[in-house]
T-cell receptor, first 113, second 114 residues
Framework: GNSVTQMEGPVTLSEEAFLTINCTYT??????LFWYVQYPGEGLQLLLKATKADDKGSNKGFEATYRKETTSFHLEKGSVQVSDSAVYFC????????????FGKGTHLIIQP | SQTIHQWPATLVQPVGSPLSLECTVEGTSNPNLYWYRQAAGRGLQLLFY??????ISSEVPQNLSASRPQDRQFILSSKKLLLSDSGFYLC?????????????FGPGTRLTVL
């Protein structure tokens, strides 16, 4: 079946540090890939997505590239801010229709000033 | 613009009591609707999804059920809650008819079963 594996953390970084959160997936066919972010006390917000191999999703300084050869979708940001502290979820959606998302367990990111 | 509402925001219920969580979407027609649960230390799990009124697909057999009595209303229920039902319940919608496959999430309901 489909699955998503991501580092769980917590990951603690200093402000302005470089961020990488690894995400790998197992899926049949050609899934769409997503990163969602959950700020404290809130629901999930879509951060970025990619729908086919070699696509790069980007938003708010975050980037992730759909790598089919390594089945990965790592999240990166060049310079993190305190306001980036949140839980980040990698997810995939099966090829088509109304299928739900398969999520990783989430990575808790803590940015210290 | 589309908005999604969930209520209640928080709920504390005794074991064995019934449950009803409600989700409504505004600003779109015939959305796909989803219920997810986020349990402590376990990440997000898809529970149910619906492509139309009265059409419910269950992803995981369990103590819960879902119903869709109206186009933009999705209800999660239980006849008798278990301790293991505690968690953060998230409703989401997507609109494949508009070729937008992204799911948008509501604010969630935090359920504690004692």
């Amino acid at each position: 079946g489909n699955s998503v594996t991501q580092m769980e953390g917590p990951v603690t970084l200093s402000e302005e540090a470089f961020l990488t959160i690894n995400c790998t997936y197992t899926a049949t066919g050609y899934p769409s890939l997503f990163w969602y972010v959950q700020y404290p006390g809130e629901g999930l917000q879509l951060l970025l997505k990619a729908t086919k191999a070699d696509d790069k999703g980007s938003n708010k300084g975050f980037e992730a590239t759909y790598r089919k050869e390594t089945t990965s979708f790592h999240l990166e940001k060049g310079s993190v801010q305190v306001s980036d502290s949140a839980v980040y979820f990698c997810a995939l959606r099966r090829g088509g229709g109304a299928d739900g998302l398969t999520f990783g367990k989430g990575t808790h990111l803590i940015i210290q000033p | 613009s589309q908005t999604i509402h969930q209520w209640p925001a928080t709920l504390v219920q005794p074991v064995g009591s019934p449950l009803s969580l409600e989700c409504t979407v505004e600003g779109t027609s015939n959305p796909n609707l989803y219920w997810y649960r986020q349990a402590a230390g376990r990440g997000l799990q898809l529970l149910f999804y619906s492509v139309g009124i009265g059409q419910i697909s269950s992803e995981v057999p369990q103590n819960l059920s879902a119903s869709r009595p109206q186009d933009r209303q999705f209800i999660l229920s239980s006849k008798k809650l278990l301790l293991s039902d505690s968690g953060f319940y998230l409703c989401a919608w997507s609109d494949l008819a508009g070729l937008v496959d992204t799911q948008y999430f509501g604010p969630g309901t935090r359920l504690t079963v004692l």
